[in-house]
């Protein structure tokens, strides 16, 4: 009887011990450092990507949990971001680029705490009307109701800079504040004579704008745009891409790029292992959009970066032996 019960808790023990430590492999819930991506609306290939990469860091990275967010994108999560509510989010890099320098709408607000990590998808500015407008040229927007973009969001502030080299203001038009979706709407049953979006080409939405109706795409051609904003670069889009634009069509582009922030809460070796996660885990994230699956690459992945890298990032891209561009190292 006694050795029958001295085994019985011989075998308890045993199971007791496989079951602790078992349990000491997973960081305890309430120990989890709970952390969230701040992307853009739901309907881009942005929101996917970010809950994609959410889902990486948390089965990858022991210690941390992250959500990825649908947002208003580049301003809303530069704010966010320098005040602490997330810990990653995207930003056009020429919203970075003024927002950490302190320049245009950033003027005495500047967010020199950023950080970058790395960089995604190509967004391009593209301006379209009907293609039986009299509208040929941004100076023609004169007068017109034009979409904007939603008040306050990254590609409002892009229209403004647009619309300004060109020698207009909001004064000159009747700007409408909607979204790149409500703006093929309008367009579509003619409530407005022309937008622009920062939209990656052939997004959903534009594609359902191109299929529906005959369009005209405005072509920003002049060298001297590019001189004035540097952070842009042309690209043609080839004749044929969009259904009745048989002409190419030479646009701005910048780069989408992922950044954190020093109020973020991450180490230095939190940021190193959540970047290498993502990179090393590629094929659990990088089928949400063809976008992603093209442009997300290790490759590109320090192209069009305005701000210094953060420590952790730049210490994985080093130890995997990227050439890292000195302006990209924080100076200490």
């Known amino acids: 009887m006694k050795k029958g019960l001295m085994l019985l808790i011989l075998s308890m023990s045993v199971v007791f011990s496989i079951f602790a430590n078992g349990n000491s492999e997973k960081t305890p819930a309430t120990s989890l450092k709970r952390i969230s991506i701040g992307t853009a609306g739901t309907a881009g290939s942005l929101y996917p990507m970010g809950v994609g990469m959410a889902k990486t860091i948390t089965d990858h990275v022991e210690g941390i949990a992250c959500t990825g967010e649908a947002t208003a994108a580049s301003v809303e999560n530069i704010r966010n971001l320098t005040s602490g509510n997330l810990a990653m989010?995207?930003?056009?890099?020429?919203?970075?680029?003024?927002?950490?320098?302190?320049?245009?709408?950033?003027?005495?607000?500047?967010?020199?705490?950023?950080?970058?990590?790395?960089?995604?998808?190509?967004?391009?500015?593209?301006?379209?009307?009907?293609?039986?407008?009299?509208?040929?040229?941004?100076?023609?927007?004169?007068?017109?109701?034009?979409?904007?973009?939603?008040?306050?969001?990254?590609?409002?502030?892009?229209?403004?800079?647009?619309?300004?080299?060109?020698?207009?203001?909001?004064?000159?038009?009747?700007?409408?504040?909607?979204?790149?979706?409500?703006?093929?709407?309008?367009?579509?049953?003619?409530?407005?004579?022309?937008?622009?979006?920062?939209?990656?080409?052939?997004?959903?939405?534009?594609?359902?704008?191109?299929?529906?109706?005959?369009?005209?795409?405005?072509?920003?051609?002049?060298?001297?745009?590019?001189?004035?904003?540097?952070?842009?670069?042309?690209?043609?889009?080839?004749?044929?891409?969009?259904?009745?634009?048989?002409?190419?069509?030479?646009?701005?582009?910048?780069?989408?790029?992922?950044?954190?922030?020093?109020?973020?809460?991450?180490?230095?070796?939190?940021?190193?292992?959540?970047?290498?996660?993502?990179?090393?885990?590629?094929d659990e994230w990088q089928g949400v959009a063809n976008s992603v699956s093209k442009q997300v690459v290790i490759d590109e992945a320090l192209s069009g970066i305005p701000l210094p890298l953060h420590p952790g990032a730049l210490k994985y891209y080093q130890e995997i032996g990227i050439e890292i561009d000195p302006q990209l190292i924080l100076k200490k």
């Not at 391009?124 to 979409?147: H, M, N, P, R, W």
């Not at 022309?194 to 405005?218: G, W």
């Not at 001297?224 to 842009?232: H, N, T, V």
């Open 89 to 282: 989010g995207i930003s056009q890099s020429e919203i970075a680029y003024l927002a950490y320098n302190g320049l245009g709408d950033f003027k005495g607000h500047d967010a020199s705490d950023l950080r970058a990590l790395f960089s995604t998808i190509t967004s391009y500015v593209q301006a379209f009307t009907l293609e039986s407008s009299d509208i040929k040229a941004i100076t023609d927007f004169k007068g017109k109701a034009i979409g904007c973009s939603s008040a306050g969001s990254g590609g409002e502030m892009c229209v403004r800079m647009v619309l300004d080299y060109y020698g207009l203001s909001y004064d000159d038009i009747k700007p409408q504040f909607i979204s790149e979706t409500e703006a093929v709407s309008a367009l579509k049953d003619g409530r407005i004579d022309a937008f622009i979006c920062t939209h990656p080409i052939k997004s959903a939405a534009l594609t359902d704008l191109t299929t529906s109706v005959d369009v005209r795409m405005i072509s920003f051609e002049d060298p001297k745009f590019y001189e004035k904003f540097f952070f842009w670069t042309p690209y043609s889009i080839p004749a044929g891409t969009y259904n009745n634009v048989d002409e190419v069509i030479v646009v701005p582009s910048s780069r989408v790029n992922m950044f954190t922030s020093t109020k973020s809460g991450l180490s230095d070796d939190d940021v190193y292992r959540i970047v290498k996660a993502i990179w090393e885990n590629r």
